[in-house]
């Protein structure tokens, strides 16, 4: 069956193959080439394409050509050489189809042999050859023949065995030409390259069924020993259970099996959860502390540069510009004459200025102690916050896990403590007392109440002596 949307360059060469003269059809064929190689390698179009070739019947007559007679071809052994190329790379990625059998049992190994003939047929031209522009010519099409065999046997490995048990390639092993020997060794050592990664494969993927099937056995044994174990246990249990009892046990062990089912869901479930929780806190503090430190540096960066920033000078004077300017001083001078100062005045003056100094540097060094402070205490309350933040749950708190919750500042233990105290006497208290409070009422509570120390979590500070 023809296939559908068929290119119309391929319905052209086939049309022309039919109405041609025998002797003009390899001369045809050689316009595949030029289809084949402005196509893209490996894509959906080459593939139709080369669906197309084969549905026309042109890989047929491409084989048809290259079995005749090279000295009854058009071109001679340029037109045969190209040929094989076009055959080669059009039966490789080929998928027939309905033809399937037909293609890999008979046109394959065909084609095959046909390269290996025409590889035989230029070795006894090439040794017969007199001129040395012959035998390179001739030489040429041999390693182009070859390539086109490897190719072929590259994207169908199953064709090497035909290949090795050929009687056209034990003819070629057996060449004297040194030149042509070497291209025969080269191709013999790629081929046994592919047949060898062809073993390893095949070996990886029987190594892989048999692990396979190994699995599956042990699992199948798992389930049976542990269907065993539960049927022996039921009959156990139907010894010991009174008959009148049995419905109820099936109903208890129902409950229960659901029970460990549901409690390993949720546990999955939870844990899920916190992992997925815990990478967007990491990624959230992380960002955090990045843009933190950004901030610091830009900080740092911009006071060094008021601090540091280079004095540029004043522009150069002339001399005319000096006299304009000292004689406008001059005139300030005259026109504002200082009132004469006793040396009394001056030296209370002098001390006055030094004690406002002193005093402006003490109040600096107070104010830069207190904001060294606030620093470290904002600095620890961010630490404590960390803390917490990774620390986990009281619940599952083990070892010195339970430290991570205690306060090392004052206010913060006695803060605790009170909110500790007032829920205490809030729990404790008798109902009647708690009518007409609300939840978020406080509860005063006595000072030597909150100095008492409580060895429990979220009181720090250190201890009184």
């Given at each position: 069956?023809?296939?559908?949307?068929?290119?119309?360059?391929?319905?052209?060469?086939?049309?022309?193959?039919?109405?041609?003269?025998?002797?003009?059809?390899?001369?045809?064929?050689?316009?595949?080439?030029?289809?084949?190689?402005?196509?893209?390698?490996?894509?959906?179009?080459?593939?139709?394409?080369?669906?197309?070739?084969?549905?026309?019947?042109?890989?047929?007559?491409?084989?048809?050509?290259?079995?005749?007679?090279?000295?009854?071809?058009?071109?001679?052994?340029?037109?045969?050489?190209q040929l094989t190329q076009i055959l080669s790379h059009c039966c490789v990625g080929l998928e027939p189809g309905e033809d399937a059998e037909e293609f890999y049992n008979e046109l394959l190994p065909s084609a095959a042999e046909n390269f290996l003939f025409l590889g035989r047929q230029l070795q006894t031209c090439f040794i017969n050859a007199a001129k040395a522009e012959e035998k390179d010519e001739l030489l040429h099409f041999f390693q182009i023949v070859t390539d086109s065999l490897f190719w072929l046997l590259g994207g169908h490995v199953e064709l090497i065995q035909n290949v090795l048990q050929s009687d056209h390639f034990l003819h070629l092993l057996q060449a004297d030409n040194v030149q042509i020997g070497s291209a025969v060794m080269m191709m013999l050592q790629n081929i046994l390259q592919i047949n060898r990664s062809k073993r390893t494969k095949m070996l990886l993927e029987i190594n892989r069924q048999k692990e396979e099937e190994d699995l599956k056995l042990r699992l199948q044994l798992q389930r049976q020993r542990a269907m065993r174990l539960s049927r022996e246990l039921r009959l156990s249990m139907l010894e010991i259970v009174h008959p009148g009892q049995v419905e109820k046990h099936y109903r208890e062990m129902e409950e229960k099996s659901a029970l460990i089912i549901q409690k390993h869901w949720r546990g999955y479930r939870e844990r899920k959860n916190f992992h997925q929780q815990r990478q967007s806190l990491t990624e959230y503090k992380a960002a955090v502390t990045l843009q933190r430190a950004a901030l610091k540096f830009l900080a740092k960066c911009h006071k060094k540069k008021k601090l540091f920033t280079s004095w540029r000078g004043?522009?150069?004077?002339?001399?005319?510009?000096?006299?304009?300017?000292?004689?406008?001083?001059?005139?300030?001078?005259?026109?504002?004459?200082?009132?004469?100062?006793?040396?009394?005045?001056?030296?209370?003056?002098?001390?006055?200025?030094?004690?406002?100094?002193?005093?402006?540097?003490?109040?600096?060094?107070?104010e830069e102690r207190a904001q060294q402070h606030r620093e470290a205490l904002m600095a620890q309350i961010s630490t404590n916050v960390e803390q917490l933040m990774k620390a986990p749950s009281l619940k599952e708190a083990e070892g010195k896990e339970p430290e991570l919750f205690l306060s090392r500042s004052r206010p913060v233990a006695a803060k605790a403590k009170q909110a500790h105290l007032t829920t205490l006497k809030h729990i404790q208290a008798p109902w009647w007392k708690k009518l007409g409070e609300e939840s978020g009422d406080e509860v005063d509570v006595p000072k030597d109440e909150l100095s008492v120390e409580l060895e429990t979590l979220f009181i720090g500070g250190t201890k009184p002596p």
């Open positions: 069956m023809k296939p559908t949307g068929t290119d119309p360059r391929i319905l052209s060469i086939a049309a022309e193959v039919a109405k041609s003269p025998e002797q003009n059809v390899p001369v045809i064929l050689l316009k595949l080439k030029e289809i084949i190689n402005i196509t893209p390698l490996g894509s959906s179009e080459l593939k139709k394409i080369k669906q197309d070739i084969y549905c026309y019947d042109l890989i047929q007559y491409c084989l048809l050509v290259l079995s005749q007679d090279c000295s009854r071809i058009q071109g001679g052994w340029t037109t045969i050489s004043l522009q150069e004077l002339t001399d005319a510009r000096r006299v304009e300017l000292k004689q406008q001083v001059d005139d300030y001078v005259r026109r504002h004459l200082g009132s004469p100062m006793s040396d009394v005045v001056s030296r209370e003056l002098h001390a006055q200025a030094q004690e406002r100094l002193q005093h402006y540097f003490m109040g600096r060094a107070v």
